[in-house]
């Protein structure tokens, strides 16, 4: 039995444009103490694991491939995805991969987390409840009243539901019941535990990635087959519905790094430079003044400009998808 951590890392980080692009999406930025989101995420993980396997596409494995040997990872292995089919398959692959009674330590390649002893506690138990033959999630004690995140409703370490993101009046209840955590994306389970219930609740996408899985090359998947593969995450194909899942309640300090409230506060809380009135500037050393504006940021590339209040950080998606239709070039 091998522990393995594996990072997916197939996302784009579209609500952190013009700072993420196809090309370098957000885990790979070097913005967070001279360190990527990946980097630190493959760090934090070794002492944990025996290697590490990466979920990436055929546009991002290079730059992972340069993150490790930047950070002195040689343990590693990669799965090339043709083309995105979310997490639920995403995983499939990483499964089908290893044997059954090895556990997969599924961890986002995107997020921020302070590696303590309240980090190792919550990782070493998930791995113990892996064993014994659980699905394990881990919840994230609520810091405010979050919109943008899922929530899991738990007694323990049991789960009693699993909550969509909820509206603001909603957020404001879940945080004052007490029992109500954010759902963080990170996993931990056997592979073939995994694997059958997937096969269960999910058999299209289980059949689907298991023949492209088959028919992958030197670890790079067939387009035409990852076509076939029906896109579902983990959450709504499997953990939402099986018998079988444990939560482990965490204490960690942790981020998504998913929005550029995110990056303000992390940037503000090392030192970045801000005004009076919480303006501040990512990117450009061109002497900037903003009047009349309060927590506004301004984000400066080679090609693009980006100006919004951080309150709005969300929204920023909206206009990454519509210059994905009109301007292709500039995402």
């Known amino acids: 039995m091998k522990i393995i951590n594996v990072i ?3 996302g ?18 070097p913005i967070f103490e001279g360190k990527t989101l990946f980097q630190k995420t ?14 990436g596409n055929s546009s991002n494995y290079q730059l992972s491939e340069h993150d490790l040997a930047e950070a002195a990872v040689s343990d590693f292995q990669q799965i090339i995805e043709a083309c995105p089919r979310n997490t639920a398959a995403a995983i499939a692959f990483a499964a089908f991969s290893l044997e059954e009674n090895d556990i997969l330590f599924v961890t986002p390649s995107d997020h921020l987390i ?3 002893g309240m980090y190792g506690a919550a990782v070493i138990r998930a791995i113990q409840l892996a ?11 609520p810091t405010h009243p979050e919109t943008g995140f899922g929530y899991i409703e738990a007694k323990g370490e049991e789960v009693l539901s699993f909550r969509e993101k909820p509206t603001l ?19 931990c389970f056997k592979a ?57 309640p965490s204490l960690f300090q942790w981020s998504d790094m998913g929005s550029f409230e995110s990056i303000y506060d992390y940037l503000d809380s090392h030192g970045h430079p801000k005004d009076e009135n919480g303006n501040m500037v990512i990117g450009s050393q061109i002497h900037t003044e903003f009047t009349g504006l309060k927590n506004t940021l301004l984000i400066q590339t080679a090609d693009a400009v980006l100006v919004l209040q951080k309150e709005k950080s969300q929204d920023v998606k909206k206009i990454y998808e519509r210059l994905e239709k009109d301007r292709p070039d500039l995402v």
């Open 8 to 10: 997916l890392s197939g």
């Open 12 to 29: 784009v980080g579209s609500r952190l444009w013009p700072l993420s692009r196809k090309a370098r999406p957000k885990q790979y930025l």
């Open 42 to 55: 493959a760090v934090r993980n070794q002492e944990f694991c025996d290697s590490i396997l990466i979920v």
């Open 114 to 116: 302070h590696a303590d």
């Open 131 to 141: 064993k014994e033959g659980f699905l394990v999630t881990f919840g994230l004690q």
């Open 169 to 187: 009046e909603l957020a404001k209840e879940f945080c004052e019941k007490g029992n109500f955590y954010w759902n963080s994306g990170m996993f």
């Open 192 to 248: 073939g535990v995994y694997l059958s219930e997937l096969e269960a609740y999910e058999s299209g996408v289980f059949h689907a990635s298991k023949k492209a899985w088959e028919e992958a090359e030197a670890g790079k998947l067939d387009q035409d087959l990852s076509l076939q593969i029906p896109s579902i995450s983990v959450d709504y194909a499997v953990m939402e519905r099986s018998q079988k899942v444990k939560v482990v």
